[in-house]
């Protein structure tokens, strides 16, 4: 099998507040938080991981959260100095650290720029105040204006601003103003998504009212999506819009099935070896992490993947993407063959979810990309 493109995911896991809909692996602790400890665990667990790279080089790297930002520039700069320690990091690799607004004031945007970080998510969510405090943020819309200045101000130019739509009492308008205020500061992507209820959240204990029906969120999205068109904002993902070709690369490692190295409390990682291909995750409590990396150092274990879950886990991902995937990608990353392929796909086929088009690019249809969750199920099977 050849040599697939690798990343790492570093999990900072505090934030100031739990918000009421995350369903990440987060935790409130604000300035109590033991960063000292926690860094230090994570240079251990970087350690552990470089035997899993086999000398392979890093395209990307991603902070996320938890509130990366809530750790100083020296703080993240110890961080990514532990990267290059341990890794050949690509002298162009993408690093992108997630930041709330009213959190990114922890450190100037040029230290982080100079610790390495090169791109910046930065979680707005909304410009509507009121839903800003539906949702539990703790910052203001003033405030997103204020930190994507800031950090274009000091040369990161290549910022995501996360947004949600399908919020409680939202109209079409107000998404549409929403997305407006996010395209007038001009960045190079905006992550756009709708509010679900997660289990083991309290938005799922205790649902909002006022949420939009299924018909108004179709509306939402429709007009959202051709809102972004015209403005230049390419859609290449499920939620992910990008401007003159700056996609977020880590993702697209995730989304075609690359591998990927996971440090930090609850950080989930996956392989591909002689073996197979195998997933591992850490202890997500961050005390527990702490310690296990204190103790024995913590170690990898991989779950070997059996071909139907490896199967699932590419289309999973692989769907999500407008343009689809091509049969020699799937090869590639699956191990798996193309009649294996074109037999798992033939019920989606024959359903109108899936597409195959010249020269072997698999595609959803319109009414796939629609029913994403319906068309991905179609490829779960209990077979060994």
């Known amino acids: 099998m050849s040599v697939l493109p690798l990343s790492l995911y570093v999990h900072l896991p505090w934030c100031v507040r739990k918000c009421p809909y995350c369903d990440f692996n987060s935790h409130t ?24 790279a086999n000398g392979r080089q890093i395209q990307a790297v991603f902070l996320g959260g938890g509130t990366p930002s809530l750790f100083s520039p020296d703080e993240i700069d110890e961080v990514l100095n532990g990267v290059r320690a341990c890794f050949d990091l690509a002298v162009d690799a993408e690093v992108t650290m997630e930041a709330n607004p009213g959190t990114v004031e922890c450190g100037s945007p040029a230290g982080y720029r100079d610790a390495g970080v090169n791109r910046l998510s930065i979680g707005a969510q909304s410009f509507d105040d009121q839903l800003l405090s539906t949702l539990g943020r703790i910052h203001s819309s003033a405030e997103v204006v204020s930190a994507v200045g800031g950090a274009r101000a000091a040369g990161l130019d290549n910022i995501n601003i996360d947004l949600m739509h399908g919020l409680p009492g939202q109209s079409v308008d107000m998404a549409l103003a929403d997305l407006s205020a996010a395209i007038k500061l001009e960045p190079a992507h905006i992550s756009w998504y709708q509010l679900t209820l997660e289990p083991n959240t309290v938005f ?78 850490k202890p997500a409590n961050p005390m527990q992490y702490m310690l296990t990396q204190e103790q024995a150092g913590g170690g990898v274990e991989l779950s070997l993947l059996r071909p139907p879950e490896i199967m699932f886990d590419f289309m999973l991902n692989a769907l999500r993407l407008n343009s689809g995937f091509a049969e020699p990608v799937f090869e590639q990353r699956t191990g798996l063959s193309r009649a294996e392929l074109v037999e798992a796909a033939r019920p989606a086929m024959e359903k109108g979810l899936i597409e195959r088009s010249d020269p072997g690019v698999w595609r959803p249809t319109e009414l796939g990309g629609r029913f994403l969750n319906d068309l991905q199920s179609e490829f779960l099977t209990d077979g060994p």
């Open 29 to 52: 602790a604000g300035d109590a938080a033991p960063k000292r400890r926690y860094i230090d665990a994570l240079l251990k667990d970087l350690e552990t991981e470089v035997d899993l």
């Open 204 to 281: 799922y204990a205790r649902p909002p009212a006022n949420l939009p029906s299924d018909d108004l969120a179709f509306d939402i999205q429709d007009a959202g999506q051709a809102l972004l068109a015209k403005h230049g904002f390419e859609q290449y993902e499920v939620s992910a819009y990008a401007k003159d070709g700056r996609r977020c690369e880590h993702n697209l490692n995730y989304w075609l099935f690359g591998d990927y190295l996971a440090v930090g409390a609850g950080a989930h990682g996956k392989m591909t070896g002689k073996e197979g291909i195998g997933r591992y995750q």
